[in-house]
């Protein structure tokens, strides 16, 4: 025990020097790990973003779209009324009367930031400002589009979509391919009180819609500028 004692007292400064040397290599290992992640999960969120960007821009389109179709089917049933009202020509009744039943079936993209939410990664957006706006598009926003959509679905369905022109079916001239319309009895089928009003609601959902369109267009545009700056900087 004495020579133990001995010992110790002669090389305690070596043992203290190997214990710190071992000390500071497993913190250097330990630090050093956790950069290497870091530097893996930083990595990781920018592709993510790059990839949340893609679906934004995809949005951006599908938005485009579903504004103008909104605003030209607005367009075309003030036409229809109009024409229907103040006897416009047949070919013209025919041209937007047709046009103002179409429905654009978009479809919102959010499969990057889904994945971005499972994997984790969504702490490591340094800014809280951009990442709470993510949350209110992806989660808000792209919901409030799927709903107003639906909204108009059914609101189409129920409008013009009741109106029947199977008394104006020209049976002299319709082949199984192609039926005919006598668009004076369309005009005469139009003017009927419940047939306008329908036609006047329509119009009202969509003009509603062209402005719902356009908001979400904007908050769209908004986030795309947002993440790009975050991206570049």
Do not use: C
């Amino acid at each position: 025990m004495k020579r133990l004692f001995k010992t110790f007292a002669e090389k305690w400064p070596e043992y203290l020097l190997e214990i710190l040397v071992i000390t500071l290599g497993i913190l250097g290992a330990y630090v050093l790990n956790n950069w290497n992640e870091t530097r893996k999960s930083n990595r990781a969120t920018m592709q993510a973003l790059e990839n949340v960007m893609r679906d934004l821009r995809q949005d951006s389109v599908e938005f485009q779209l579903h504004e103008q179709n909104s605003n030209q089917l607005a367009l075309n049933l003030t036409r229809t009324i109009e024409n229907v009202l103040e006897g416009g020509s047949d070919d013209s009744l025919e041209f937007y009367y047709n046009r103002s039943k179409g429905f654009y079936f978009g479809v919102v993209h959010n499969s990057a930031f889904k994945s971005m939410n499972q994997l984790g990664l969504m702490p490591n957006v340094r800014d809280g400002r951009l990442k709470l706006s993510l949350m209110r598009y992806f989660d808000f926003t792209q919901e409030f589009v799927i709903e107003y959509r639906e909204f108009e679905y059914k609101r189409q369905q129920s409008s013009v979509h009741l109106i029947v022109t199977d008394p104006a079916i020209d049976m002299n001239t319709t082949t199984i391919e192609d039926l005919q319309l006598d668009y004076q009895k369309v005009r005469e089928i139009l003017q009927q009180p419940t047939n306008l009003k329908r036609l006047y609601d329509y119009r009202g959902v969509q003009r509603f819609l062209v402005e719902r369109a356009k908001s979400y267009r904007k908050a769209n545009a908004d986030l795309l500028t947002d993440l790009r700056s975050y991206l570049n900087d």
